[in-house]
């Protein structure tokens, strides 16, 4: 799987995080709900967020099965963006999928990921990058559905 390759301390974060995932619990009460699954590896993810009146990630939980990477990023994950407004997560979940294309950005986003940052490394790794991306594209699909479960990808025309 490569991953012996990483220089060790992002090795141990990494793994710290699969082996004990943080907020992994189904939210049976949550308004946004989300199955994605990466099939070049079999990982699989449900990610439910709850989100508060303003829009502010109120609780966030995840299930699902699949590799180290896919684990630990969806932990990583949910602990960057708890408590987070929505369009804060989205910033977020596009600062890390241009991070792992290899994109530049500026530090202070980069800190806003926490550990999620160290999944940069896996760039090196080109078949792991969906693996770590799963997470954060359940993240962004989830907050971007429409209560009757179309996905809007243009957030310009909210029509109230
Ligand atoms: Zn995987």
Redesign the pocket.
């Known amino acids: 799987m490569g991953l012996e390759r990483l220089n060790s301390l992002y090795r141990e974060v990494i793994l710290d995080h699969s082996d004990h995932p943080h907020h992994k619990h189904a939210l049976p009460d949550a308004t946004h709900k989300i199955t994605l699954k990466?099939p070049t590896?079999?990982?699989v993810i449900n990610l439910d967020i709850d989100l508060d009146d303003h829009d502010k990630i109120k609780d966030i939980g995840f299930t699902g099965d699949?590799?180290t990477?896919?684990q630990s990023s969806a932990s990583m994950m949910t602990d960057a963006v708890m408590g987070k407004s929505k369009e804060q997560a989205l910033h977020m979940a596009k600062t890390f999928s241009d991070m792992v294309m290899g994109k530049k950005h500026p530090q202070a986003d980069l800190d806003e990921l926490q550990d999620a940052a160290i999944l940069s490394n896996v760039m090196t790794f080109p078949a792991?990058i969906?693996?770590a991306t799963l997470s954060w594209w359940a993240l962004q699909r989830a907050l971007l559905k429409q209560p009757d479960g179309s996905v809007d990808s243009d957030d310009s025309d909210k029509g109230e």
Do not use: F, V
């Open positions: 990466n590896c079999g990982d699949g590799c990477i896919s792991r969906k693996c």
